[in-house]
Structures are given as structure tokens and as C-alpha cells.
């Protein structure tokens, strides 16, 4: 399917159609900040955001999800069992997701959707859920999408690809689940000459703002253990007050603890967002905690995303460099200089 | 602000070539506008990495707790006033501590100079005297330093260090005639349910992510009460009981320890105004107790002692 267009003007009945058959999760203003939202009203996507500041993995994998609910009721013969919570897996579109964040998605497919092991809700969300792109004309300052394999225009991860060429958006369709998504919708035209060539600049012009800014791939060549031994985490790990920012805003962060709340003779299942850098995280019921010192947490959380994973994914690092730890780290810890120091060939002491 | 960069960089040099201490504890320049990180010198070599300007309002005396080496610290009157906390809680010895105070003249929002830069993005900020020059692509605007303090700074009336070694420079006047609590008594004015709705509005942003504990020099506690699994007194969702419960255990343990440094609401990746807690008890602790915390080195505080006239208007 050759790319369509439609004016500006008219985006908003697109959004409207879409609604009408799908629930739409679009980039809505909230407080300070956008997030992912249902939306009710067409003019409530704001797709002139430049990000949300929670990336939109909470959409698959809640932050605190009831998986399961249980009776505790003496006589009740069903006590104890088991039974999977409700949970709405309707279709549903996201429109306006950024490529990083739909690329890291598919970063995240390995763990929760493996040949042996398949976490039923992440599938089915995947599974219901089409992702309608919209390509990042003017990258942050924090972004650095292109120097890990993805890129302001990448189409790795979506079905559908917008681009806001001005006076409208283009659509590059991508996927079956794409064209069923476009079929509902109607108004769309052919794209002329000049927004293609226009649409062709704000990709060059985008990709070239991000430039390379490291080269990653020395990390993957360097042995392990090297890594692990290195001195400069000494350094690094200094600023960091352990806090969940950098896990809880990262798209690629999938680690989740299960705990059981009763209350009454009724108990919930509930999964709920962990974070390496808590002590809490590897405490073992012994009461030995194999990663009890700050140093030890703030490792794992970079090698675990530039090291371990590409190691035993051979899928390029489990950061698509979105930015959002750069930005909002409380105590400025950068991802992309930590990147510098792993793959720097002399690891000398600063 | 920047002219204790030179400062810092030659009592750092001094200090770690006499062998005077082990270690120096400042800022570095931040990789993004308006950000500095904390930074461990550990030898004269990285002295010139040391950096100061309106963006270190992180606060210092986090980062002391648990040091067994002769360190010296960079301290705004905050931070001071944090590390008589530490000194009067047992964290820290004094003689093991060098500290550099620094008169403060008050740390930058970034939020409010990000909310008025109304989504355009700075790329870089360069601090000149009273004034911020910032800019990004195609834009450039100037801010007035004062008009953009943190609203902790804006109300302080300890600028200066209450304890130091030596002073990065002269001292400041301080604010004379600040009324602290005007947000604290429209809240006290509220209706029970009134009250109640504004602080689930307050938290409904939270994510339990704990930058605000974590940033806060305060919370030092070996297991935090909300990380305790044996038993698990807090749940670990996002539903408003569990992060009101968080957010006002954790405000009850601040109580006459509260140096309102502002480090937790800087912290808060999610804009959440949580001193408002901190400030009800910090005012409370005031009128009954007259006692400010961390102002005066060799005072016990209010809490831990006690006295046959304390006021105790509380017990019913």
C-alpha cells in the first residue's frame, strides 16, 4: 500500500472513526506533562506533544495490575482458587506513539513472549492492540534514537507510520493490522510530490539533528567480566539516590514483583512495577541480599540494558533512547555517558 | 552563584593536597540545562571538574551518612543546617567533616522555567550574575534569576551556612519579614472533605517511585517502613490509600527535622508539591515548640527530649 495523506483539518474525523470502532489511546495533557489516556473527545489528542514523560509501557504492563482474585470464605468450595481478574481486551489503537517507544516493545516481545513462557496478557495486548506512529520531527536534546539501531522515523515497531508534514499528516501503512485500521477510516488522499519530498527533508533533517553520538558497538565485543570489574562505576554509581525514576520512565524496564493483598476474606493477585535500583529487588528470603550495596544496583540497571541483554539476545541494547532518565534523573546520571565510559577502549580512571 | 566555582576548586586543591581530608563532596556541570550532579573528588586531578551555579539544589548532607573518611562538603544553609541534623542524630562526627559553606542566594526552578518556556526545549543555559540566558533551536530568552527561585528558596530565611569550616565567600543578607505559611494556612482553612480531595489531588501523580525520600537527607533509615516485608506495613500500588500512606508516614517522620531544603520536590519526576506536608509540620513544630530544625548545632530537638513545660495542647 502506497502512503496516503490528509489535510490537517480533517485529522480529526480520522481520529473520530477510530473511536467509533476501537478504543483510542492517545497523547493527552495532563497537569505539566502528556501521558497515554483513553481519550472520549477527538480534541483531546494533543499529537503536537513532543513526548510523554511516562513512556507508554504501562498500556501492556500496568504499573499495578490485579492479575487474580481469590475467596477466602470457609464454607465457599471455590476458597482459594485462583480466578483471573477481569480485563478489558477490546481492540484498541494507539495513536501517536513514537518509534522509540513502539520499537521498545518489540525489545520487550523477549521476555514476556518466548517460545516457552508466554505472559498471556502482554500477548493479548499486543495481540488487540494496533500502534499508529507518529515520526519525531524535532528530536530532543536528550535523544539519542539513532546511535542504538532505531531513529525518529524508524517503522521497526508500528503499523502505521504519520508524519505531520505541516498542513497535514502522510500515513506509511505497515502491517495487515495497519491496512485494517486504515480501511475504517476515510478521507484520505494520495500523497503528492511535494509532501513526499517534504516529508523526505524532515526525515533527513531529524536523523542528522540526532547524529551518532557514541558507538555502541565496542560493548558488545568487550568481555563481560571486564565490564562488571570496571573501576568507573565507582564513579558513576556516586550521584545516584536509587530512586525508581530512571525504571519507572524507561519503555525497555519490564521488572515486576507479585504480591498478594487480602483484605477481609477476599485476597488480589497484583503485579506490580519493580526497580533493580530498590534494595528490596534481589532480597532473598534468607535475608541475604546478593546486591545489598548502592554500586551493585546501579551496575546491573546499565548492564543489564547495554550488556546482558545484547549478549544473550543478540538484539541490539534494551535502550531505544528515548531520553527519559537523561532528562528527568534527579541527580543527572546520563545514560549516553555512561554508553561512553563502556565502550571507551582504555578503561582508564577519570 | 558561579564565582564559587573558582572558590571550590582552590579550597579542594588546598584540602586534598595538605591531606587535610580524603575526599571532597560538590557538583559537576550537568550534561542538560538547569542540572548538576553530585560529585566525589577523590583526587587534585579532578578538582577542575567541580562546578557551582543556581542548579545544585540537590542537598549535600545526603551524602554523608556512612562515611568513614575525612570529607569536605560543600554546604548552602540548608545543607548546613542538614548536617547539624546528621550531627545531632549521631550519622556523622564533626571532625570528621570539612565543610565549605556556601551563602546561598537560592536555587532555580526548572519546572517554572520549562512550564514558561511553554514546550519549546532548552538546549543550553549559561548563568550570568542575576540573569539565565537560554536557549534552544530558533529561540533564546533571558530569565531574571530572582523571579525563578525554587519557592523553598524564595521563602528562606537561613541563606547563610550555620556551620562551617570556612566560607566560599561573604555573607549574605538574609530574607527579613517572610511569611512561610500562607499555603499552609489555605489548607489548614479547608473543610475536612475539602482538605482530604486536595491532597488525593495532590498525590494522584505519584508513582512510588521514592526520589523524594531518596533525595532527602532525612531519610537514612536502614529499611524504610514502606520497603519492610516482614511485615508489610504499606501496599506497594498506586491506588491513593497506599501512596497517602507513603507520603504522610514518611511527612510525620519529618517532623522538627525538616530543614525544608526542597530536595524532594526537586527530585519529584512527577511535579508533586510534597513539602506541603513537610511545611504543616515544620509549622507546627514552630508555634508549639518554637524550635527550628538544624539551626542550632548543640540544641536538642523538640521530639527527642522532653521538658515539664513543653506545651501539650494535642492531648485531649
Known amino acids: ?350 | 552563584m558561579r564565582e564559587y566555582t573558582e572558590r571550590i576548586r582552590e579550597a579542594a586543591k588546598r584540602l586534598l593536597s595538605e591531606q587535610r581530608v580524603d575526599t571532597v563532596i560538590g557538583f559537576r556541570r550537568g550534561t542538560v540545562p538547569f542540572m548538576n550532579e553530585p560529585f566525589l573528588v577523590k583526587s587534585v586531578d579532578q578538582v577542575d571538574q567541580l562546578y557551582w551555579d543556581s542548579n545544585c539544589g540537590i542537598n549535600l548532607a545526603n551524602y554523608l551518612p556512612k562515611r568513614t573518611d575525612r570529607v569536605a562538603v560543600v554546604a548552602k544553609g540548608c545543607d548546613s543546617r542538614n548536617i547539624v541534623v546528621h550531627l545531632l542524630e549521631n550519622q556523622i562526627n564533626r571532625d570528621q567533616l570539612y565543610i565549605l559553606g556556601a551563602p546561598c542566594r537560592g536555587m532555580v526552578d526548572k519546572r517554572r522555567m520549562m512550564a514558561d518556556l511553554k514546550g519549546k526545549e532548552p538546549l543550553h543555559a549559561e548563568e550570568n550574575g542575576k540573569e539565565i540566558k537560554v536557549s534552544g533551536r530558533g529561540f533564546q530568552v533571558t530569565f531574571d534569576r530572582q523571579t525563578y527561585l525554587q519557592s523553598n528558596c524564595a521563602i528562606c530565611t537561613h541563606r547563610n551556612p550555620v556551620v562551617y569550616d570556612e566560607l566560599l565567600g561573604d555573607p549574605v543578607e538574609e530574607q527579613q519579614g517572610v511569611d512561610r505559611y500562607p499555603d499552609v494556612r489555605r489548607i489548614e482553612a479547608m473543610s475536612v472533605d475539602e482538605r482530604w480531595r486536595y491532597f488525593q489531588e495532590l498525590i494522584a501523580p505519584c508513582i512510588r517511585c521514592y526520589a523524594c525520600r531518596n533525595a532527602c537527607p532525612l531519610c537514612y533509615c536502614p529499611t524504610c517502613f514502606v520497603d519492610e516485608s516482614r511485615p508489610q506495613w504499606v501496599g506497594k500500588t498506586i491506588d491513593p490509600t497506599d501512596t497517602l500512606t507513603f507520603h504522610f508516614l514518611r511527612a510525620y517522620h519529618m517532623a522538627g527535622r525538616c530543614t525544608d531544603c526542597g530536595s524532594c520536590e526537586r527530585a519529584c519526576p512527577v511535579g508533586i508539591e510534597v513539602r506541603k506536608f513537610t511545611k504543616k509540620l515544620e509549622k507546627e513544630v514552630k508555634e508549639l515548640y518554637g524550635y527550628e530544625a538544624g539551626v542550632i548545632p548543640d540544641q536538642r530537638p523538640p521530639l527527642d527530649t522532653f521538658k515539664p513545660g513543653d506545651p501539650e495542647p494535642f492531648i485531649k
Open chain 1, 1 to 350: 500500500m502506497s502512503d496516503i495523506y490528509i489535510s490537517r483539518g480533517k485529522f480529526p474525523e480520522i481520529t473520530g472513526q477510530l473511536m467509533a470502532r476501537y478504543r483510542v489511546y492517545a497523547p493527552v495533557l495532563k497537569g505539566e506533562y502528556h501521558e497515554f489516556a483513553e481519550i472520549e473527545k477527538t480534541e483531546e489528542a494533543d499529537l503536537g506533544y513532543q513526548n510523554t514523560r511516562l513512556s507508554p509501557k504501562g498500556l501492556f504492563h500496568p504499573h499495578a495490575e490485579r492479575m487474580f482474585e481469590y475467596s477466602l470464605v470457609k464454607d465457599d468450595p471455590q476458597a482459594g482458587i485462583l480466578k483471573e481478574a477481569p480485563k478489558d481486551f477490546s481492540p484498541r489503537v494507539v495513536l501517536g506513539i513514537r518509534p522509540c517507544d513502539a520499537k521498545a516493545f518489540q525489545l520487550d516481545d523477549v521476555n514476556f513472549d518466548t517460545t516457552a513462557y508466554q505472559d498471556p496478557w502482554w500477548v493479548r495486548r499486543r495481540q488487540t492492540t494496533t500502534l499508529i506512529g507518529l515520526a519525531c520531527n524535532e528530536p530532543c536534546g536528550t535523544c539519542f534514537c539513532t546511535s542504538l539501531g532505531t531513529g525518529p522515523f524508524d517503522t521497526a515497531g508500528l503499523d502505521v507510520l504519520l508524519v505531520d508534514t505541516g498542513e497535514g499528516y502522510t500515513a506509511q501503512v505497515l502491517t495487515q493490522k495497519g491496512k485494517d485500521v486504515v480501511g475504517i477510516t476515510s478521507g484520505w488522499e494520495s500523497v503528492s510530490r511535494a509532501v513526499s519530498e517534504k516529508m523526505e527533508g524532515l526525515r533527513k533533517s531529524a536523523e542528522d539533528s540526532l547524529g551518532r553520538q557514541f558507538d555502541f558497538d565496542p560493548i558488545k565485543q568487550k568481555d563481560m567480566l571486564e565490564l562488571f570489574n570496571a573501576s568507573f562505576w565507582d564513579e558513576v554509581q556516586f550521584a545516584c539516590i536509587n530512586c525508581g525514576t530512571c525504571t519507572f520512565l524507561c519503555p525497555t524496564c519490564w521488572c515486576f514483583d507479585i504480591q498478594d493483598e487480602v483484605w477481609g476474606d477476599k485476597g488480589d493477585r497484583i503485579r506490580l512495577w519493580d526497580s533493580c535500583m530498590f534494595p528490596l529487588f534481589t532480597f532473598h528470603g534468607s535475608g541475604h541480599n546478593p546486591r545489598n550495596q548502592k554500586l551493585q544496583r546501579v551496575r546491573q540497571r546499565f548492564m543489564h540494558k547495554l550488556k546482558y541483554y545484547p549478549d544473550k539476545y543478540h538484539n541490539g541494547a534494551a535502550c531505544v533512547g528515548c531520553g527519559r532518565c537523561v532528562k528527568f534523573c534527579p541527580v543527572n546520571i546520563d545514560i549516553r555517558e555512561v554508553v561512553r565510559r563502556m565502550s571507551a577502549t582504555c578503561v582508564c580512571p577519570a
